[in-house]
């Protein structure tokens, strides 16, 4: 179950304070050029350490591909490529070894499985997302190929909502912020949550234009389902929302149908997506992020024999992991745009005859 | 991709208006009792016309099983299930075969297929859910014998939103509602709605108690995950939230994270589920639901070839789809986590053990 | 488990005496031309009662198409097939539901299930062949829409085996020899084994020709690998061969390499597959049938609880499985090259390309 | 299409002289003790260059494992094993970049991928074996536990067929040979094969005891079907036989069929598979291999532009690849059965009630 997609497929491994991590990326065409360079720019978006707003933590994560690629092009065969984990200091972990952090999944995985590498999350740590952006850069590769773009950024961090969304701006803010007359108040709300021990949460838009009409799989693989299973599936993700999402439930019919004229859609509500399927307008998807749950405070919690304890955490920590969690939003809708995109050919007999006629 | 689940599955067939439409479920363990009765029940709960707030099509929705049930017991071969279409007024379509109504699937059909059966919706219809509704009832009989209990109601209908959850109360509610103290208002929502020829949309509250920990499995098919894209596959479906949802994006870590006790978790805001894994407590999901597409007043739409026109629809159609789709809802958690039951086996030694030795 | 191929997908439900058995076909490109007259034309091929070398038990095997079809074409939707059972003579089988009969799947399906339908085999009877070759019946309108064509007919009976494959002979023939020469020769085997009241083992050749070069998927899909799985997992088989098979083992490279001129392959030694991947020569599969289990001689067998009987068998059945096991052959082998036709397209950008620009 | 099982899973990446090749191995059990030492040991029996009679290329085949296991047991996260390519000759390829070499998959993956990595096979050379030795040798670990054991040798050598099955005596046989009487000759048949520029197939038995009854899922993942798939998916399988296999077809009813007495199968012609599922009996799989396609005589062939030319291989290779394709059959067999044996757990309530209550 460390497999994503179906055609377009990426399986990943690795713990956070293990020998390494990475992937394989499977279903890849042959002959789309592999630009290393690209992948490892995606890699240093994601990486912490760039600001004080995410963790120290320090990760070259320089990644290699050690497989699926001859002379600068993608053979068809399944394409592995490999971070090796360097600032390693599984020390800072010894005092929560025998218990379970408030909010983490130690007391899951300790439950499921009898035994847990409690060194910085093991595999449940969001450094495992280093793995998704390394494979959702192959996807966009492929995607950009026939014209799809895929963007994110951060709508909200806290209560702290911005009104506009502006993708270019996003890139150059060290928070990602969409609008750049609530980037401060943004900043301002993380840097306090850090300075009180504490943590904030934040919503992460991410889109894809130039999305061909037709893509996602009625009936349970549906365009919108999976892109809800992708984002969902995130670390700290707790809510997905398609188009106007939640708003939508609020609505009358007559306000929430996007009606159509001969230039296309009068708008986009749907966030792109009807009956699970690409209608030709952009993606639209907002993915709502808790806030991080290593706090600097004392908490309550229970050792894995059950007694009570406190819990006090030391170690580096993103104190908001919605702002690098967009990155992550933007490989993990590649991948499904990608696998879509694999999936669609041989919806209809017109597509047979024109591979094999 | 008409088949959901992985090893306790669904595959699904069926249009709104053709000859019948069903199910195979596959993976049901040998020796479940299987209550027909039941089984028609929860699809009497859901089939229209109950009320004056559904669509006045009548369905008797008389499920046969035709496989997979010995002497009144599965069998471990899969169990499938026929519902026959009746109440068929193809006449009612005629108007619409050759344009798209707008927030409906016919402009991503036709494109991605070519074809489409546009009577009622065709493979698009809610209609489909009827299938979705005996499998889930297999899945709950599975859960049942081991003390997992799937409930659900409405939370809100347009923006009447109610404070407290009594599922008891739902269930004899004709809109599910989950506040007595809001269902006067919720049903005047619909009906105004419904009288102004328009529709609204509305919440479902689905809640899963006596949950085994360890449920859910990381990476790529975690709990949350997999509960997102299956209620986000639901027809109308457009934002899914796991506990406290977007809200939580809005909070602190302190506030957000739920301290442990000897006793247990001393809050649920997690919605139950910790790394993809459940915890223990109840799994909570939020569906928020768009408003029904097919309202009876002037939509500006374009047809087939083009050419603008003006979509007035006739028939019959439930003003809130929301409601009915509490017990799609139903039956969505209730597939998830009859699936999670069976991959869970096997995730320690002492499972293999348990079994083999 | 009941569910077979990847894209193009066949799933299966149904026992010997129960109400029904049918399938699902899922993938099935839109714009197809369903012709029902021939998927009726298959399954009257494989049902039994054509002539006294086989069970006497009638069933119409008459087909309904419950979905996915309209107007005459396949609609992009899972196709539904349904057969109900007619000829059923429970009785029979009164005498075998507390043993095990030799040979059978009574002893494994009673110790892996603890429940078994007895009546005529249940889920593990030839009968559910019947949907296979219904669903193979589709996938061969769309191999044929491409200029695939399969055909099979029986190698040898027992040990007497035919020198020359004439698949056109086949047709016409009552136990589909490949060989008229030892057609009376084969019968006369049958017809004394059964005489005997014993059965008989058999061996029957499939090709495929006119399949595009390139079929098939590396690494754990290969073509050779999923045609293998096919045939073996046809009741009663119990090998299977490509091109030269067995005999290959014995040759040395320069006999056994098919060396290529610039008018394609010289020989065809490897049935059409190199690497997993068709080579655009004719497919060539042999599978080997082992003789009915039901025979109509006292074996010693034990019952439920363990103690020792004598097995007597009453019933209808072939008296060589071999004859009737050429038509599932045809049907798997369809059903596995219409799964590799969709799954190979996106093997290259070229195709990507081809699409969706 | 790289991965292997459903739910104790292989992935698999590399190509013969590309950086690295590799697995990850999923769904392992939680607190399985993983022994490197065997795992680096299974690779050794494997690995070329042992005899004389294996091609000389030299590969350390040292494996090192990057995640998945803390203090020495499998945590139940995804267990990555990689291997670095030492013995890396490229240049020895450069004569056979443009054309294609006869009974090898050049011809086929240039036409599906439009690509190729020629240096030595790329993706398509045996060399790919050791990631599933790798991974085999954690599913032996597995079976081990339950006291499920597997065993291989070699059968034949070309048309010396050994008649006894000493699988004791095959592990200490430089060529696996089952039959000590025989072993000289089939040595002497590699030989001269080699010493004439040629090679020669052979057939490998590969056995497993200690199978609990009920292992396979019908329909359509039998244990036999699974088998031929996983047996005929090796390099240069060409057929595939369970317990008798071909001879079955030549038998009546009467010879084939296994009684059955208190003491159990009265014999084992089945193959220890009935309906797909294990019956308790020894699992016995013969394995055909043509010979190695690479032989040192010149062949006709076509270059990639079509144009005629011959073939003259230098390089280094294996004259008989059956030998070293024993340990790849022991791994493929215990590679299926651990995905079995994880599979069959949820059959029964009877399996659901023991984990869960």
Redesign the interface.
Known sequence: ????GK?F?M?????SH?????C?V??V????TIDETFIQSELDRRKPGKSNLETKRKEGDKV?????V?EG?S??????M?IYNEDQKSKDYDSVKDL?R????D???W???????YRGG???SAR?TAARVAAGAIAKL?LG??GINIQSGIK?I??IEGKTNDFEYAKSSPIHALDKNYEDKQIKAVTL?RDEH??????VLTIATGV???L???????L??????????INA??????????K???????????????QGF?SNK??GI???????DAIIVTT????????F?E????TKD???TICSLKGRHDPCV?IRGSIVCEAMMALVLADM?????????????????
Chains 1, 2, 3, 4 share one sequence.
């Open positions: 179950m460390n497999t994503f055609k497929t399986t990943t491994f690795g713990e293990g020998v390494a991590l990475g394989i499977d279903g065409p042959a002959g789309l290699s591909i050690l497989s699926g001859f092009k053979t068809g065969t399944p394409i592995a490999v379970f408030p909010g983490h999944a007391f899951t995985y439950n499921k499985y009898g035994i847990r590498d093991g595999r449940s495992e492929m190929a026939i909200a806290g209560e949550a504490d943590s904030i949460g934040g919503s061909p009409i037709g996602g799989q009625p009936m349970y693989y549906k919108d389902g999976a892109l809800a299973e992708a984002m969902m599936g993700a707790k809510a997905v929302e398609i188009g106007e999402g939640a939508s439930a609020t609505l009358r019919g007559s306000q929430n149908n996007d009606p159509i004229s001969s009068e749907a966030g009807l009956g699970g399927m690409s209608n030709g709502h992020f808790k806030p991080t749950p290593s706090i405070q908490q309550h919690t229970i059950g007694t009570e919605a995109v694999l999936l669609n050919m041989g919806s209809k007999m017109e597509h047979i005859e024109k591979i094999y006629r």
